[in-house]
């Protein structure tokens, strides 16, 4: 009985050290079949293909799930510079889940990358995207470098600054 008590326990610790930390118990958080079908939800309602999906608002969505998540080499400009939205299928694929919620909690990010939504987000939903992202596997290219204020673009860019109307 003891040896089967002490290979259980065993067993729970070299589980305990593959897994990723389990996140809080008791937040709110989105209930789907599993993780990935959670991620698949949350990253459609979150918006996150209107960025980081090249033409998903203009398609009205229909890019085949294959092709989204890729990034963007259309820049935003705004008094931060350009910044490009990233090619995720990448970077889950170069991050680990841990480093993933690390990066939406704590990293600071140009606009128009919602942090002050994003980041409020329950690190459980947090690791379903992640979970769902790692699954489509690696797609695309990297994504152009952002640029400092004052450096002129080599590729289009959305102005993201208010134009005063004309008086
Ligand atoms: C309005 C546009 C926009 C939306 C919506 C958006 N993002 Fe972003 N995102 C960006 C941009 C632009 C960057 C690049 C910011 C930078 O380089 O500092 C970015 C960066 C990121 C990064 C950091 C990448 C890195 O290099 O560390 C992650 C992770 C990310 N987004 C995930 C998401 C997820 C998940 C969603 C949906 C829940 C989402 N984004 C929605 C524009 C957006």
Redesign the pocket.
């Known amino acids: 009985m003891r040896w089967i008590m002490f290979a259980a326990a065993v067993a729970a610790m070299l589980s305990a050290c593959s897994k990723p930390a389990e996140p809080p118990a008791g937040q709110p958080h989105v209930v789907a079949a599993n993780d990935i079908e959670a991620g698949r939800y ?2 459609m309602v ?3 293909n ?3 999906t090249e033409g998903f608002p203009q398609a009205g969505g229909n890019i085949p799930e294959a092709q989204r998540l890729t990034g963007r080499a259309i820049g ?1 400009q705004g008094p931060w510079g350009v ?4 090619n ?1 299928r990448l ?1 889950a694929q170069s991050t680990t889940e841990d480093g ?1 919620v690390e ?2 909690k704590t ?1 600071p ?2 606009p ?3 942090t002050q939504n ?1 980041s409020k987000m329950t690190e459980r939903d947090m690791r379903a ?1 992640y979970r769902y992202i790692h699954a489509l596997g690696e797609a695309g290219g990297p994504e152009p470098d ?1 640029l400092p204020p004052g450096v002129a673009p080599t590729t289009p860019v959305e102005n993201m600054v208010p134009i005063p109307p004309k008086v």
């Open positions: 949350l990253v979150g918006s996150c209107d960025c980081h935003y910044s490009y939205a990233t995720l970077l993933w990066i939406l990293k990010l140009l128009p990358m919602p994003i995207i952002n």
